[in-house]
């Protein structure tokens, strides 16, 4: 008789989207007449650019040919992404990451999730509180996490790092010592970014104790103030210490199209095992890579029509973070985020808690956002807003919301 993995049983139910869709659906279905605004789910809006379709239709051509046709790519990435990788988003930033030490893949929810089967299950893993769910929630399924506690929504072997208005929602280093790090810069949801110099102590920290920091930078193109760091290998030792997570999916609007990457430098070891040989290992045999007409599009994200082209959209959207910022703290509200991030940050106003509050702004102004709890119970009494919106759109709820 076969068996399941016990391990999912224990994941606690979605309940952030699901719930969130259960209540907007029956809140459209009594008032029909209402135009609802969703500020609430972190996809982009906009079209990919004229560079990016571009090179999607010559990759595609080129399928079409038998002198030019691509079968499977090759597992780790093609060369002229990972090169063009390494020079645009490395070496231009004076970090020393060489084009094999870039691995490709269709994006960094999945390398995110999968990163830490390359670790043995006695690791303790410390993750920001709120967070973005995919780190907890896999290492659930592999069974590294303890127990639950549904009253506290905490799991007993989980290390939380609450991230706080105090600590302006960068986490302070954990009391007890992790062994897998896992930090978001950008962060996801609070909109909050790290310098360098507090990311240095981070490294410093972890190559002092021996842990790993896994740093998911998917929001890295948002950034704006010159002391955030683009890359945690800006930071002295984060080659002995870190892996590092990008994605396109925010940077150029590929949520749909699929593609990120995952750097591991060759220094990285565990004793006398690189990780760079066990990623490489497990990607090899699990995945058989991104597409060519992905990795041909990824590739023109970098080239100079590409790069003007994706300034403007991300000026766009952060046109949006800055609208909303504003006129939030206009309001009245105490509001963070939206400055190197796509995503605003909220105290939930009167003692509410995030929960009342989505109902308030869903009834009162009819605009959907993502209640802060979702995200770790740091997160009560706080709200997420995104500014992936219409500028429309985001000017609209932002005037309903400052009506209230
Ligand atoms: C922090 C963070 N990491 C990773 C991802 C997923 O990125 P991708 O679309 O490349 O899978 C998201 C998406 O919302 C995210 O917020």
């Known amino acids: 008789m076969f068996k399941i993995n016990d391990n999912y049983l224990k994941l606690p139910g979605s309940y952030l989207f699901s719930m969130i869709g259960k209540k907007v659906n029956a809140y459209e279905a009594a008032h029909p007449d209402k135009r609802i605004i969703r500020l609430g789910i972190g996809d ?211 949520t749909g199209v699929r593609l990120g990457f995952t750097v591991i430098p060759r220094e990285l070891k565990a004793g006398e095992v690189s990780l760079h040989s066990l990623w490489a290992r497990r990607h090899g045999t699990k995945y058989n890579g991104a597409p060519y007409i992905v990795q041909r599009a990824g590739e023109a994200v970098y080239s100079p029509e590409g790069k003007a082209q994706l300034e403007q959209q991300i000026a766009y959207y952060m046109r949006n973070a800055a609208y909303i910022y504003q006129g939030l703290k206009e309001a009245g509200y105490t509001v963070s985020g939206g400055v190197d991030a796509p995503y605003i940050w909220l105290k939930a106003p009167n003692g509410m808690s995030s929960w009342e509050f989505f109902d308030y702004l869903l009834e009162k102004a009819n605009v959907v956002g993502t209640p802060g709890s979702g995200f770790g119970p740091s997160g009560e009494t706080y709200f997420r807003l995104t500014a992936f919106g219409s500028y429309e759109n985001t000017v609209e709820a932002v005037d309903r919301i400052k009506a209230l």
């Open 44 to 254: 982009v809006t906009q079209p990919l650019v004229p560079a990016v379709i571009s090179a999607l239709h010559g990759a595609v051509d080129e399928m079409g040919d038998t002198a030019t046709f691509r079968g499977y790519a090759p597992d780790l990435g093609y060369d002229f992404l990972r090169n063009t990788i390494a020079d645009n988003d490395y070496k231009a930033r004076g970090c020393d990451i060489g084009a094999d030490e870039i691995f490709i893949s269709d994006g960094a929810k999945c390398d995110s999730g999968n990163i830490q089967e390359i670790f043995s299950l006695d690791n303790r893993i410390a993750v920001c509180d709120p967070v973005y769910p995919v780190y907890v929630d896999t290492n659930v399924m592999a069974g590294r996490t303890g127990t639950y506690d549904p009253q506290r929504e905490i799991w007993s072997n989980v290390i939380y790092m609450p991230c706080t208005e105090e600590n302006n929602f960068t986490p302070d280093l954990p009391g007890e010592t992790p062994d897998i790090i896992y930090l978001c810069f950008p962060n996801n949801p609070t909109g909050s970014a790290i310098t360098k110099s507090r990311l240095q102590e981070w490294v410093d920290y972890a190559n002092k104790v021996g842990a790993v920091i896994i740093y998911d930078a998917a929001y890295e193109a948002y950034i704006s103030r010159e002391d955030v760091p683009h890359s945690i290998y800006e930071c002295q030792g984060a080659r002995t210490c870190a892996i590092e997570l990008r994605s396109f999916s925010k940077k150029a609007g590929f």
